[in-house]
């Protein structure tokens, strides 16, 4: 009699562990990926600073078709142009990222314009855009819009700031190391002074700085992802594009190097005796001829860690105004003066009591055309087709909005305003547009990367919910260095998207909820 109860006992304990073990392993390979994304977080790291080398062949579940055993990325040979796009004509991989969802990209549109409501504007009644100009050149402006001349402030007084240090140091930030201010540029700027384009690259991305600063004529905040054997080259190339380029460059540029603490450098100079040495411009360009398959982040299979340089970039800029973009991207020539006379004249968006960013339109060049020097030429490139919109071949759907084409048709005038106000709601919702801001606005996750796309997604969400002004200007743009791109298929990389889309989800859009709340017609 006992010995039965007990059997039918021990029988009873068998079955509920087998079926309890099935459960279990069921709901692990559910949940592979989440289990993943979670041990990244409770080990601290980033996302972006995780390497290949360091991932589990198999996720820890039995889930053996999830997370980890995916984790792999970027074909060293595959430097092909991504959904993405950001791959310039010579097939580098590039860092440069406006993301995918961009999908206004830089067009503007309105979807709703008070003054004509019978437009054929597509509708979207979250969308909030209004046509300053047109309201500026109607009748009927309210007095209190009218800009009168007394009231012209001193630029000191119109931008409250405190000037900054470019003091180089040496910090931690995350999981990396920071050479903030290494190679400081020789011009020192008040922080109301101008407006600091903040960027960040590797080494063969500096070919840009002379088309960039030709236009630009201001500060530049630039981090440089420089890990192990990749550091040596950053400098020379450094040192030869302040020495042989451009004189632009060294008065202008503020280098900063930034490594993985997992890749730091054999050596790594003081900053006081790294700009001793000068460079041998007889050689080429350390950069030339040099190909993404050979960079030490490529073999080591590092994940560029592009919210890290954009940081540390925006960080160290010493103005007020800033510009974060990608270096790949050129601005209109005679922006900052005309945007800080527009900052001086106190013209009445500038005194919505929102908190506010400048997005600038964006387009394409084709190959080997002159940069536009105006809007004028811009627009007449866009009618001989060398120039389109941003993203035109990458998302068909893109181009055709109503707005871009007002905003083109606009004529030219002289100075900067205000062309309308957006927000980022409605069919703007994934809008992640490239703009003048300050130190204020918020920074960018550093726990995305380049490859996993959805980078700026978080800042957009918060400038959402912070109810931001997109004040988009009228003269100005940016103009994506000559080449257009087409759409070629990453798989590898559309897997790793698919990850970063998990953690934004599952980990990332929680946090976001708690630290800004929630706003009707908010997302990521
Ligand atoms: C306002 O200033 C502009 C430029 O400084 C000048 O051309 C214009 O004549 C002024 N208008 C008045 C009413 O003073
Ligand atoms: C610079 O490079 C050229 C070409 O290799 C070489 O002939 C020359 O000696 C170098 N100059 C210096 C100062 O190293
Ligand atoms: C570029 O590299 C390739 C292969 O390494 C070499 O054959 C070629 O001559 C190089 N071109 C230049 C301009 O240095
Ligand atoms: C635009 O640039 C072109 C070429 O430099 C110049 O001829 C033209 O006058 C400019 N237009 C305006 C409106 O500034
Ligand atoms: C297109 O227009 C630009 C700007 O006027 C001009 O420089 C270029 O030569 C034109 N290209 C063609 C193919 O017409």
């Known amino acids: 009699m006992f010995t039965r109860r007990n059997w039918v006992l021990r029988l009873s304990i068998i079955l509920n562990i087998a079926v309890l073990l099935y459960v279990g392993r069921h709901i692990a390979s559910k949940n592979g990926g989440v289990d993943f994304i979670e041990e990244l977080q409770a080990s601290g790291r980033n996302l972006a600073s995780i390497d290949i080398s360091q991932l589990p062949l198999e996720p820890a579940s039995s889930g053996g078709n999830s997370a980890a055993a995916k984790f792999i990325i970027l074909d060293n040979t595959d430097r092909s142009a991504t959904a993405r796009g950001q791959s310039n004509s ?122 960039l600063l030709e236009r630009w004529q201001g500060p530049v905040s630039l981090a440089m992802h420089a890990p192990g054997t990749d550091f040596a080259p950053t400098l020379e190339a450094i040192r030869y594009a302040r020495d042989c380029l451009s004189p632009l460059i060294s008065e202008f540029v503020t280098f900063h190097v930034f490594f993985g603490t997992r890749h730091v450098p054999k050596q790594v100079p003081s900053a006081s005796s790294v700009i001793k040495e000068s460079a041998n411009c007889s050689l080429p360009a350390p950069w030339a001829n040099v190909s993404s398959a050979a960079l030490y982040k490529t073999k080591a299979k590092i994940l560029y860690p592009v919210n890290i340089g954009r940081n540390v970039a925006r960080e160290s800029a010493v103005t007020h105004y800033i510009l974060p973009s990608d270096i ?27 908190p506010k960013v400048f997005p600038l339109p964006i387009f394409e060049l084709e190959k080997g055309v002159e940069l536009p020097a105006n ?20 998302c068909p759907g893109c181009h055709n909005i109503p707005k871009s084409k007002e905003w083109i048709a606009a004529k030219e005038t002289t100075g900067l305003h205000v062309f309308h106000i957006g927000k980022r709601t409605g069919y703007f919702v994934h809008w992640e547009p490239i703009f003048i801001g300050t130190h204020y606005d918020p920074l960018y996750d550093e726990r995305l ?11 957009g969400y918060a400038l959402c919910v912070l109810d931001y002004e997109f004040q988009i200007l009228d003269n100005a743009f940016l103009v994506h260095k000559p080449g257009i791109k087409t759409m070629k298929k990453d798989p590898q990389r559309a897997m790793l998207a698919g990850k970063t889309n998990a953690l934004i989800r599952k980990v990332i859009f929680p946090e976001l909820k708690v630290l800004y709340g929630t706003k009707k017609g908010c997302a990521v």
């Not at 790949?328 to 945007?339: A, C, H, V």
């Not at 009618?383 to 035109?392: L, M, R, S």
């Not at 990367?449 to 800042?459: A, V």
């Open 328 to 354: 790949e991207l050129y601005p209109s020539p005679g922006l900052i003066q005309n945007f800080l006379d527009m900052v001086r004249r106190q013209d009445p968006p500038l005194l919505h009591t929102n």
């Open 90 to 211: 010579e097939g580098k991989q590039s860092p440069t990222v406006v993301s995918a969802s961009d999908v206004a990209s830089s067009i503007i549109i309105s979807t709703k314009k008070p003054t004509k409501p019978s437009s054929s504007v597509a509708t979207s009644e979250q969308s909030v855009v209004m046509d300053l100009r047109e309201q500026k050149s109607s009748q009927s402006v309210p007095e209190t819009l009218q800009y009168v001349n007394g009231t012209m402030k001193k630029l000191e007084d119109a931008v409250k700031c405190h000037d900054r240090s470019v003091e180089p140091r040496t910090a931690q930030r995350s999981d990396f190391w920071v050479l903030y201010n290494y190679i400081p540029a020789t011009r020192k700027f008040r922080c109301h002074e101008s407006i600091t384009y903040t960027t960040h690259a590797d080494y063969t991305f500096l070919d840009n700085l002379v088309p």
């Open 375 to 394: 809007k004028t030429q811009l627009v007449t490139m866009l009618k001989n087709g060398t120039a389109i919109p941003f993203h035109k071949k990458l």
């Open 449 to 459: 990367s380049w490859e996993g796309k959805s980078d700026k997604m978080t800042q």
